[in-house]
């Protein structure tokens, strides 16, 4: 069993930056693939990015891609989302989950744990 909190959300104008925290509980944090997702409004849960296990590897949405960075550290069980260069389009609740794989065209249904979300909002 993992929980998971997201932590960092807020309001930031277009071009500003925010980073996001999700901490997450147990001590099988670094055996499980993370993924950021965000919702806005009136639509679906989309992907944002995701990181492996020993935070060798990530991927990102196009979307996000060269504005977003995930970095995990598994000693103090954290995962994390640099946003720079923020839209307004990037409006949304994030997501942190957890995996048993990973990989970019992972499903949802394949994301195990979930945190609450965080709202960030950008104003233009």
């Known amino acids: 069993q993992v929980q998971l909190v997201e932590l960092g959300g807020g309001l930031v104008q277009a071009g500003g930056s925010l980073r996001l925290s999700c901490a997450a509980s147990?001590?099988?944090?670094?055996?499980?693939?993370m993924g950021w997702f965000r919702q806005a409004p009136g639509k679906g849960r989309e992907f944002v990015g995701t990181i492996s296990t020993s935070g060798g590897s990530t991927s990102y949405a196009d979307s996000v891609k060269g504005r977003f960075t995930i970095s995990r550290d598994n000693a103090k069980n954290t995962v994390s989302l640099q946003m720079n260069s923020l839209k307004p389009e990037d409006t949304a609740v994030y997501y942190c989950a957890a995996a048993n794989f990973f990989g970019p065209k992972l499903p949802l249904t394949e994301y195990r744990y979930w945190g609450q979300g965080t709202q960030v909002t950008v104003s233009s």
């Open positions: 147990g001590r099988t944090f670094s055996s499980y693939a």
